[in-house]
């Protein structure tokens, strides 16, 4: 089974900070990789999907990439809204779907 | 307005059942795969089942195969999630959600707001 990992588990940064979240997975996986922000007591939102395409409606300051094993989630400017987890999503016929722990991020 | 509405949690002994139901609105059910996601309390999101766009494919994760079977109407707009022989360790909020595709191993662009699940004696 192919397992997911995030890092930093959590990080706290200022305001207008580039924050980096990388997403590894213990085999590859092509590009079949999606971030999800979810802000407390809030439902998960999709981001980022194919590892790099932004869903519409989504700040540019968010930014995938990656491919195979190793992914990250850019945050280019953080802004005080972005306090929230972060989540990594494989999806696959062939792989299954996992999400990774989550990284925590406080302003 | 689009959205998931899921409906029937509620507080369950162990070994007892329970079947959650997802509406949909505003979106067009029948084409997109759907999936039941769960989040217990201060923990992360687990993917416990998935079905595809017309049933014709459907996924479990190990933790509730056997126990759980999922299913959809179509003409109800509604995906639905069979609980059996529920354990403490299913406590959780379960969420459906809407595959960016028809298939049910997607990303997911749409979230419900979810329905809590505890199993307690």
């Known amino acids: 089974d192919i397992q997911m990992t995030q890092s930093p588990s959590s990080l706290s940064a200022s305001v207008g900070d580039r924050v980096t979240i990388t997403c590894r997975a213990s085999q590859g996986i092509s590009n079949y990789l999606a971030w999800y922000q979810q802000k407390p007591g809030k439902v998960p939102k999709l981001l980022i999907y194919?590892?790099?395409t932004l869903q519409s409606g989504v700040p540019s300051r968010f930014s995938g990439s990656g491919s195979g094993t190793d992914f990250t989630l850019t945050i280019s400017s953080l802004q005080p809204e972005d306090v929230a987890t972060y989540y990594c999503?494989?999806?696959?016929?062939?792989?299954?779907?996992?999400f990774g722990p989550g990284t925590k991020v406080d302003i | 307005e689009v959205q998931l509405v899921e409906s029937g949690g509620a507080v369950v002994r162990p070994g007892g059942s329970l079947r959650l139901s997802c509406a949909a609105s505003?979106?067009?059910?029948?084409?997109?795969?759907m999936s039941w996601v769960r989040q217990a309390p201060g923990k992360g999101l687990e993917w416990v089942s998935g079905?595809?766009?017309?049933?014709?494919?459907?996924g479990y994760a190990d933790s509730v195969k056997g126990r759980f079977t999922i299913s959809r109407d179509n003409a109800k707009n509604s995906l639905y999630l069979q609980m059996n022989s529920l354990r403490a360790e299913d406590t959780a909020f379960y969420y459906c959600?809407?595959?960016?595709?028809?298939?049910?191993?997607?990303?997911?662009?749409?979230w419900g707001q979810g329905t809590m699940v505890t199993v307690s004696s």
């Open positions: 505003g979106i067009t059910f029948d084409e997109h795969g």
């Open positions: 999503q494989k999806f696959n016929r062939d792989l299954g779907v996992t």
């Open positions: 079905i595809d766009w017309n049933g014709g494919t459907i």
């Open positions: 194919a590892a790099s």
């Open positions: 959600a809407r595959a960016v595709t028809s298939a049910m191993r997607d990303a997911y662009d749409i």
